[in-house]
């Protein structure tokens, strides 16, 4: 998926833009990081892309399509093209693992026979296939995020999304999260992250995008990460 | 078939939550019971049979024309009517002749040209066919008969019995539309709260992509399945209501010489209570969930 924001704003409501004048275009099946302070805007920068939040002003367009033009009924099926891992936790706790996972498939009535296939699939590639019956409560932190993952890719998106996806992770586990991305990228998926973790950023060789403020401050390589 | 898959799940989700769900689903059907059975006492009334002391008679006024030959051919065929416990024929000669005697005047003939008095045939009906319904049937049906100037039966009972019944009716109806009312505001606060408790799934199933439908979905099949339970409730409630007046009711009708008996719901009326109580809830579901599930984001 080809992503092009040109002049976003996005304003809350308050004095300050969460997103100020921001430009950029991410090629199809690109990896690209979105690195930042914490407010600067990464999160809001991925709500506009999957249309849980609406520019104040600008244009976004997804694979040469102007987010604007989608209607409140278009956007389930733009959600469906894209798997996003979220910061807060968003699996339910009333659902077990193979459950939360499916329901990307669920939503679009896939036939009970596809949805095991493709849950099993999708819990295998994150390591979790025998936690498939646990409950969200009885997971740690990490496999909290590799659940949120398996759950991501599981409907094939051409884009992920991932907010602070190794957010509270040792390295091991974040290099292995990290990697897991790497690799659906290599598979032809568009991939952005959010992360503060510069350790990620240095482990990867693919653009940059650093906020500040609501604005882009710098465009770089992550190879290029010193310190 | 995907009907009955959603209705399953619904139902699956009824009884994560059983002494809730009874409640609800009590609730409903008592209310619903409410109409149910002020329809059944006015059905009751309709079929009262009457004191047998005043059996009431049909009188049967022939035409003047008709000849005493084709009388008989009346005869025959109220003979073969349903209905009818025995006829009496008084011939217009009978009736000048009683006149002459009640009124003690003679030869009235005399004055005017010919019998201003028609025949009349006084019809008493079988037992069965001692009510409202079942007089009205068969005056209808005698008044198809050929050479039948007009049918009498002594109508003030069957008026007012008839005004009990419908005013009845209408009150019932006029309390299943009060109690529809409730039964929805009931019902679309029980789907408000379970919207509420499944806040994060309606949440996170629109991130992933789910419709507006599919969302709405499983809530307008709950509210489906209460009323639908609690139209089996209410259809329940007639029949305990039935078993338990019937024996008083009874009783009070033989001291008055009557018979009188429930009305018992026939499919039609079980059918219409048990499908419009589900209707019902749906409604109630589809407006509480057009309210409700707006307010939760992402849109
Ligand atoms: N729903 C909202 N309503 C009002 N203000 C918001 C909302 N979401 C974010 N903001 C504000 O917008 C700014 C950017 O927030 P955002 O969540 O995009 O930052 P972030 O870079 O993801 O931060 P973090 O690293 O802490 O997750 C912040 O000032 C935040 O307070
Ligand atoms: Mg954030």
Known sequence: MKIEFSHVNKNYGSTRQALHDVSFTIPNEEMVFVTGHSGAGKSTLLKLISLIERPTSGQILINDRNLASFKSRDIPFHRRNIGVVFQENTLINEYNVFRNVAMPLEICSTHPQEIKKRVNASLDKVGLLHKAKQYPDKLSAGEHQRVGIARAIVSRPALLLADEPTGNLDAALSDEITDLFAAFNQVGITAIIATHDNRQLKRFSCPVIELQEGQISQVYQSSEVTD | ?299
Not at chain 2, 2 to 19: C, E, G, I, N, V
């Open chain 2, 1 to 299: 078939m995907r009907f009955f898959q959603m209705l399953l799940r619904a139902w699956q989700d009824l009884l994560k939550t059983p002494s809730s769900t009874l409640a609800n689903v009590l609730v409903i059907g008592v209310a619903l019971s409410i109409p149910t059975v002020g329809y059944g006492l006015a059905k009751s009334v309709k079929e009262l049979s009457f004191a047998l002391e005043h059996k009431p008679h049909i009188n049967v006024f022939v035409s003047p024309n008709v000849s005493p030959a084709e009388i008989q051919v009346i005869e025959g065929e109220l003979g073969f009517t349903n209905g009818i416990q025995s006829i009496k024929t008084i011939t217009k000669e009978e009736a000048l002749k009683s006149f002459e005697a009640a009124s003690g005047i003679q030869n009235v003939l005399d004055s005017l040209e010919k019998n201003p008095l028609p025949t009349t045939i006084v019809i008493t009906p079988k037992d069965d066919f001692l009510s409202v319904d079942g007089i009205q049937n068969l005056i209808d049906t005698v008044k198809k008969i050929d050479g039948i100037d007009e049918v009498q039966v002594n109508q003030e009972w069957l008026e007012r019995l008839n005004m009990i019944s419908e005013f009845t009716t209408t009150i019932a109806f006029v309390l299943a539309g009060l109690i529809a009312f409730a039964i929805v505001f009931i019902l679309s606060n029980t789907i408000r709260l379970l919207i509420a408790n499944r806040k994060n799934q309606i949440m996170v199933s629109k991130l992933v992509g789910a419709s507006d439908s599919f969302v709405r979905q499983p809530f307008l099949y709950l509210g489906f399945l209460y009323g639908l339970l609690g139209g089996l409730v209410a259809y329940g409630i007639y029949w305990i209501v039935l078993f338990l007046l019937q024996q008083p009711i009874t009783e009070l009708a033989n001291s008055y010489k009557t018979t009188f008996s429930l009305y018992q719901l026939n499919n039609v009326d079980s059918a219409t209570l048990i499908v419009s109580a589900a209707v019902l809830g749906w409604l109630a579901a589809r407006f509480s969930v057009g309210k409700h599930l707006n307010d939760i984001k992402p849109r």
